[in-house]
T-cell receptor
């Protein structure tokens, strides 16, 4: 596609359930990032992929969070045993190494009730 | 520990006037600075960037100024237009095309 696609756009889940968020980056973009934005906060880095490898997972807030990328393309962010503090907009972005700035998707708004 | 700070959560400006958005950072290792623009229900869109070897970069109505000694950058929009009403995020990184540290954003409202 022309842009970064994220699904679902909105997700409401019960506390304790697992959720999966999907990101389809721009075709050919080797770098992929996950960020999240909590209410009133800036974007918080979660994880960075170069190809299928994740050289930097330093932003994942706990071991309940994991992410994978397959085929150098689609990425899935999984949150296990969701908590209310996980409620945020989760944004995916991709880029080419030669680019300045990422291209972001529209995000997934996650609400844990 | 927030390394990039935007101390003004909002800014209101009249159409045709200049909008000045400010950003301060604490990490002296930052070498690349970017501004993003975000409309509601959309992802942030890259607007303009500057590397630490420059002190000014201009792109149409948008100019970014960098003062490394003060660890301060600003974005000037002139003239401001109604379509500029959005949230503007300042971001910085130590390495080009790597993870960014973002400020909390400034909501700009351009009044007709």
């Amino acid at each position: 596609g022309a842009g970064v696609s994220q699904s679902p756009s909105n997700k409401v889940t019960e506390k304790g359930k697992d959720v999966e968020l999907r990101c389809d980056p721009i075709s050919g973009h080797t770098a992929l990032y996950w960020y999240r934005q909590s209410l009133g906060q800036g974007l918080e880095f979660l994880i960075y992929f170069q190809g299928n490898s994740a050289p930097d997972k330093s932003g994942l807030p706990s071991d309940r969070f994991s992410a994978e990328r397959t085929g150098g393309s689609v990425s899935t962010l999984t949150i296990q045993r969701t908590q209310q503090e996980d409620s945020a907009v989760y944004l995916c972005a991709s880029s080419l190494a030669s680019d300045y700035g990422y291209t972001f998707g529209s995000g997934t708004r996650l609400t844990v009730v | 520990d927030q390394q990039v700070k935007q101390n003004s959560p909002s800014l209101s400006v009249q159409e045709g006037r200049i909008s000045i958005l400010n950003c301060d950072y604490t990490n002296s290792m930052f070498d690349y600075f970017l501004w993003y623009k975000k409309y509601p229900a959309e992802g942030p869109t890259f607007l303009i960037s500057i590397s630490s070897i420059k002190d000014k970069n201009e792109d149409g109505r948008f100019t970014v100024f960098l003062n490394k000694s003060a660890k301060h950058l600003s974005l000037h929009i002139v003239p401001s237009q109604p379509g500029d009403s959005a949230v503007y995020f300042c971001a910085a990184s130590e390495v080009k095309d790597y993870k960014l540290s973002f400020g909390a954003g400034t909501t700009v409202t351009v009044r007709a």
